[in-house]
Nanobody
């Protein structure tokens, strides 16, 4: 019943910018942390950034100073602003919602379908 829908991916040149969005829909009471992961072909999924329900962000070292994660709790939406993109940022990006409460008894984690980001030089 809960779905995470991502948008904003695409093809950009090195040094360019993209803004990813991920909106959670369904009968949702609350969401704990939200985050963004990425996975390149032949590699494991990597945590890129997280943001707590109170708005505290964390980042993997490789994107610090270039990416900014934010969220709008009223819209159940998380964003990832990506600036100064590099070729090594090329990957499928997935959003995650941790601790999604849909009833008094059910709390689960959900994943988006992924959106492709390709950076050329």
């Amino acid at each position: 019943q809960v779905q995470l829908v991502e948008s904003g991916g695409g093809l950009v040149q090195a040094g360019g910018s993209l803004r990813l969005s991920c909106a959670a829909s369904g009968s949702i009471f609350s969401i704990n942390a939200m985050g963004w992961y990425r996975q390149a072909p032949g590699k494991q999924r990597e945590l890129v950034a997280t943001i707590s329900s109170g708005g505290i962000p964390t980042y993997v070292d490789s994107v610090k100073g270039r990416f900014t994660i934010s969220r709008d709790n009223a819209k159940n939406t998380v964003y990832l602003q990506m600036n100064s993109l590099k070729r090594e940022d090329t990957a499928a990006y997935y959003c995650n919602a941790n601790g999604v409460r849909t009833s008094a008894w059910l709390v689960r984690n959900y994943w988006g379908q992924g959106t492709q980001v390709t950076v050329s030089s």
